[in-house]
């Protein structure tokens, strides 16, 4: 059973950066799909970014394009944000095929 960890998250102005790390307890295969995800208030969870090594792709919510990227080591998923805004405010959650998922990590844009 793997187990994540998020970490990372916090309170930032308006086009600050935050590195949200995922660390898992076990082994990821590299061939596993590895993603974020976010849910904020009153509102579903949707993709953030994925990595899909089966298609050998990365894809990104069309409204982080360009200011965020994920990133994988090993058996820590990351995600690098830049440029944040008020809207990026939300839980974020890691996820791993299996599935897997950790228990989320409050991001917080306001000034």
């Known amino acids: 059973q793997v187990q994540l960890v998020e970490s990372g998250g916090g309170l930032v102005q308006p086009g600050g950066s935050l590195r949200l790390s995922c660390a898992a307890s076990?082994?990821?295969?590299?061939?596993?799909?590895v993603g974020w995800y976010r849910q904020a208030p009153g509102k579903e969870r949707d993709l953030v970014a994925v990595?899909?090594?089966?298609?050998?792709r990365t894809n990104y919510a069309d409204s982080v394009k360009g200011r965020f990227t994920i990133s994988r080591a090993k058996n820590t998923v990351y995600l690098q944000m830049n440029s944040l805004k008020p809207e990026d405010t939300a839980v974020y959650y890691c996820?791993?095929?299996?599935?897997?998922w950790g228990q989320g990590t409050q991001v917080t844009v306001s000034s």
């Open positions: 996820y791993v095929a299996g599935p897997h």
């Open positions: 076990g082994s990821i295969p590299s061939i596993d799909t």
């Open positions: 990595i899909i090594p089966s298609l050998g």
